[in-house]
Each structure stands twice: as structure tokens, then as C-alpha cells.
T-cell receptor
Framework: DAGVIQSPRHEVTEMGQEVTLRCKPI?????LFWYRQTMMRGLELLIY????????DSGMPEDRFSAKMPNASFSTLKIQPSEPRDSAVYFC???????????FGPGTRLLVL | GDSVTQMEGPVTLSEEAFLTINCTYT??????LFWYVQYPGEGLQLLLK?????DKGSNKGFEATYRKETTSFHLEKGSVQVSDSAVYFC????????????FGTGTRLKVLA
């Protein structure tokens, strides 16, 4: 199995631009999680989906952030407009409910100038 | 609400030294407990887990026992190697019957040759 796939691995953009991060979960997994990691705040859960439906988006910092999961094999996290304080590593993880264990992707390192 | 507290790092050890990283938790129910490891520039990988009281998780020489009476899940290894240098995260899952994780802040381990 290829594991969780994220793209791009690195993104550098300018303040005000739209940023889209992509995630392909492990086939057969029915939960998908988006996290953000920074030195100051550690690892934060932003949103998670079950069977493509958003279950809890209470961690989404503000309306500039949105996430979708149009099908079982693809999810996006969009930031519009981006700000320098959004600079972080964004991780996607997936799990199969019965086993609980989450499998993480390699992350997207975002730098907003 | 549910929470996880890890010892502050960084922890610096010589090769072959004994390792303990403390983790305590607060939970209203009976969560599963996890240790994840993050190597530089990579995503988190599951190291070990325990799903009920008195369970011992083990992997790659690391061990942790789910202690309900002390609400702890301390990570131990008898003899660390340089290759164990990484950040270690304690986590619990299942608050409120969900599959969300609550992560600790992470403990950075550096092993010197």
C-alpha cells in the first residue's frame, strides 16, 4: 500500500494568494483527518471526515480555511486568502474506524510570505 | 475535557542509556492510548498502542503500559540508539465516543554517540 499521499510536499506563496493542499487516504479507510503543526501551537486537529462527511470542524481557525472530501479517495484543504501566520506543516491522516490507528501522510510544508 | 500531558524536552541521552518519557492523561471514558514518533522532515508514525487498562504496547524495543490507576502511559526503552533521535507524541483517542486524537505537545529526544 502506498500510504497516505499528500501534495504538494512544499508550497511557497505570497500573502493573499489561494492555497490548496491535497490528500489521498489509504484505500478502504473511512476517516480522514487534517492537522496543522507549528512550533508555537504543536499539533492541532483542524477537521475530520467520516465517509466523506465533515464530522467536526471546530478546529478550523477561521473562515479563510475550508475543507472538502468529494469522494473516498480525495480531500482538499483550501486557504483563501493566505496569511503569513498560516505558515506551518499540514498533515493528513486516515484510519479505519474499527482499528482506531491513524496513518499520517508526509505533510505539506507551507510558507506564506 | 480530555487532555494529555507529556514531559518537557528536549531529552538528551548517550547511546545505550535507558529512556523514559512520561505521559499522563485526563479522560472521562476509557480511551485508547498511543505513542507516535516523528523523524525529522517526516509525518508521524505509530510506535505502539494500548486499548485497555494493564495492556502493554511494544515495538522496536519500546514499551508502554496503560496504567488506569495512575492515568499514565510512560514510554520506556532499555537501550537507546542514535537512530531513535526524534520527537515522540503521546495521544489518546475516543473522547466522547469519537475517533479524534488528543495529542501531547511532543518530547524531542536526542541520542549522542
Amino acid at each position: 500500500d502506498a500510504g497516505v499521499i499528500q501534495s504538494p510536499r512544499h508550497e511557497v506563496t505570497e500573502m493573499g494568494q489561494e492555497v490548496t493542499l491535497r490528500c489521498k487516504p489509504i484505500s478502504g479507510h473511512d476517516y480522514l483527518f487534517w492537522y496543522r503543526q507549528t512550533m508555537m501551537r504543536g499539533l492541532e486537529l483542524l477537521i475530520y471526515f467520516n465517509n466523506n462527511v465533515p464530522i467536526d470542524d471546530s478546529g478550523m481557525p477561521e473562515d479563510r480555511f475550508s475543507a472538502k472530501m468529494p469522494n473516498a479517495s480525495f480531500s482538499t484543504l483550501k486557504i483563501q486568502p493566505s496569511e503569513p501566520r498560516d505558515s506551518a506543516v499540514y498533515f493528513c491522516a486516515s484510519s479505519f474506524a474499527g482499528l482506531e490507528t491513524q496513518y499520517f501522510g508526509p505533510g505539506t510544508r507551507l510558507l506564506v510570505l | 475535557g480530555d487532555s494529555v500531558t507529556q514531559m518537557e524536552g528536549p531529552v538528551t541521552l548517550s547511546e545505550e542509556a535507558f529512556l523514559t518519557i512520561n505521559c499522563t492523561y485526563t479522560a472521562t471514558g476509557y480511551p485508547s492510548l498511543f505513542w507516535y514518533v516523528q523523524y525529522p522532515g517526516e509525518g508521524l508514525q505509530l510506535l505502539l498502542k494500548a486499548t485497555k487498562a494493564d495492556d502493554k504496547g511494544s515495538n522496536k524495543g519500546f514499551e508502554a503500559t496503560y496504567r488506569k490507576e495512575t492515568t499514565s502511559f510512560h514510554l520506556e526503552k532499555g537501550s537507546v540508539q542514535v537512530s531513535d533521535s526524534a520527537v515522540y507524541f503521546c495521544a489518546l483517542s475516543g473522547p466522547g465516543g469519537t475517533y479524534k486524537y488528543i495529542f501531547g505537545t511532543g518530547t524531542r529526544l536526542k541520542v549522542l554517540a
